[in-house]
T-cell receptor, first 113, second 115 residues
Framework: KQEVTQIPAALSVPEGENLVLNCSFT??????LQWFRQDPGKGLTSLLL?????REQTSGRLNASLDKSSGRSTLYIAASQPGDSATYLC????????????FGTGTSLTVIP | GAVVSQHPSWVICKSGTSVKIECRSL??????MFWYRQFPKQSLMLMAT?????????EQGVEKDKFLINHASLTLSTLTVTSAHPEDSSFYIC???????????FGSGTRLTVV
């Protein structure tokens, strides 16, 4: 069964810092990996999607990389802002279970003004 | 585009009552809808997969008689928590694949509190 782990569980940084969130998964047979943002009590906002054949995706200050063979992905946030404070989730869509997403437990990010 | 509208966003109900959560795809047809549940400080876990016009598929450990799923049209899937108990208090969220796109879109979630 696919297991997704995110480290760290919580992170607090001063405004302006660059930071890296980590995601690892146990089964490399995936269709894609997606990073989401979740604000307290709210739904998910998709940030970046990386297909299994891709190495990275970029959107604005966000860059996500994927190393499928080692089962790792990183989300890089440049020049962090207080508005980036949220929980960041990674999820993989596993080949062996069709369309099911497996989610990590998330990294809770706080950017201090 | 590709929005899934989920209602209600939060609900408080008494123990023993039933609660219905709706997810509508606003500008696309969702033949399949996925229902997830998230307990505090835990990851989102898939509960069931609903397919338009057929019975839902439930994950192991999810009671199909308690969590009734109906997917009667290509734009609407509902999850009914029957005879809710405090342990059913959780965050429920739906998701659908957008035809022609690689990603999935999620509803905004429903916070259920059973008192």
């Amino acid at each position: 069964k696919q297991e997704v782990t995110q480290i760290p569980a919580a992170l607090s940084v001063p405004e302006g810092e660059n930071l890296v969130l980590n995601c690892s998964f146990t089964d490399s047979a995936i269709y894609n990996l997606q990073w989401f943002r979740q604000d307290p009590g709210k739904g998910l906002t998709s940030l970046l999607l990386i297909q299994s054949s891709q190495r990275e995706q970029t959107s604005g200050r966000l860059n996500a990389s994927l190393d499928k063979s080692s089962g790792r992905s990183t989300l890089y946030i440049a020049a962090s802002q207080p508005g980036d404070s949220a929980t960041y989730l990674c999820a993989v869509r596993a080949v062996n279970t069709g369309n099911q997403f497996y989610f990590g437990t998330g990294t809770s990010l706080t950017v201090i003004p | 585009g590709a929005v899934v509208s989920q209602h209600p966003s939060w609900v408080i109900c008494k123990s023993g009552t039933s609660v219905k959560i709706e997810c509508r795809s606003l500008d696309f047809q969702a033949t399949t809808m996925f229902w997830y549940r998230q307990f505090p400080k835990q990851s989102l876990m898939l509960m069931a997969t609903s397919n338009e016009g057929s019975k839902a598929t439930y994950e192991q450990g999810v009671e199909k008689d308690k969590f009734l799923i109906n997917h009667a049209s290509l734009t609407l899937s509902t999850l009914t928590v029957t005879s809710a108990h405090p342990e059913d208090s959780s965050f429920y969220i739906c998701s659908a694949r957008v035809p022609g796109r690689a990603g999935y879109t999620f509803g905004s979630g429903t916070r259920l509190t059973v008192v």
